[in-house]
T-cell receptor
Framework: DVKVTQSSRYLVKRTGEKVFLECVQDMDHENMFWYRQDPGLGLRLIYFSYDVKMKEKGDIPEGYSVSREKKERFSLILESASTNQTSMYLC??????????????FGDGTRLSIL | AQSVTQLDSHVSVSEGTPVLLRCNYSSSYSPSLFWYVQHPNKGLQLLLKYTSAATLVKGINGFEAEFKKSETSFHLTKPSAHMSDAAEYFCVVSEPGSARQLTFGSGTQLTVLP
């Protein structure tokens, strides 16, 4: 079974802090994704990566950056946290082969609160 | 462009009765379709997927879905609901050849009454 592990289940940070959310997958998947999930807005794609050191903006990249130095690890960075970034963050991975036909595999999420 | 509409934001059933969660999609291509389930404070778990093989797809936990191209629908069903089925369900459409192009429905919250 694919396992996607997010380093924290719950996180509380203060406005203006730099925040790192970490995600690791163990299935050698090429593609990795970061989403945020908010009530009434569903899942929205922040960034995705299709290879090491490669990244592409999703639908809502403003205020975020990402890092992918190793294939198994994809980090989401909030450069200067703001209260409107309080949300549930979900990481996912999928193989490149058969892209579009392959489901994404999700971690359990990080519930981030910015005070 | 592709889109997916989950027709009910909330569905409530009694334990032991059938479940029907409705999903319509729009796609310019032959899409792949997925259903995911999300239990409280958990990530999304894949229930089943359709990728242009059999139109009736069986998934985990007794769920199944039927792809109907003429109706552009991919409804999720289960013959008999269990209390453990209470969760939020997402219908997802994907564009072949693109890892990025997942479009999520807004979700259906399923409540199972004892």
């Amino acid at each position: 079974d694919v396992k996607v592990t997010q380093s924290s289940r719950y996180l509380v940070k203060r406005t203006g802090e730099k925040v790192f959310l970490e995600c690791v997958q163990d299935m050698d998947h090429e593609n990795m994704f970061w989403y945020r999930q908010d009530p009434g807005l569903g899942l929205r794609l922040i960034y995705f990566s299709y290879d090491v050191k490669m990244k592409e903006k999703g639908d809502i990249p403003e205020g975020y950056s990402v890092s992918r130095e190793k294939k198994e690890r994809f980090s989401l960075i909030l450069e200067s946290a703001s209260t409107n970034q309080t949300s549930m963050y979900l990481c996912a991975s999928s193989p490149q082969q058969g892209a579009g036909n392959q489901p994404q595999h999700f971690g359990d999420g990080t519930r981030l609160s910015i005070l | 462009a592709q889109s997916v509409t989950q027709l009910d934001s909330h569905v409530s059933v009694s334990e032991g009765t059938p479940v029907l969660l409705r999903c319509n999609y729009s796609s310019s291509y032959s899409p792949s379709l997925f259903w995911y389930v999300q239990h409280p404070n958990k990530g999304l778990q894949l229930l089943l997927k359709y990728t242009s093989a059999a139109t009736l797809v069986k998934g985990i936990n007794g769920f199944e879905a039927e792809f109907k191209k003429s109706e552009t629908s991919f409804h999720l069903t289960k013959p008999s609901a269990h209390m453990s089925d209470a969760a939020e369900y997402f219908c997802v459409v994907s564009e072949p050849g693109s890892a990025r192009q997942l479009t999520f429905g807004s979700g259906t919250q399923l409540t199972v009454l004892p």
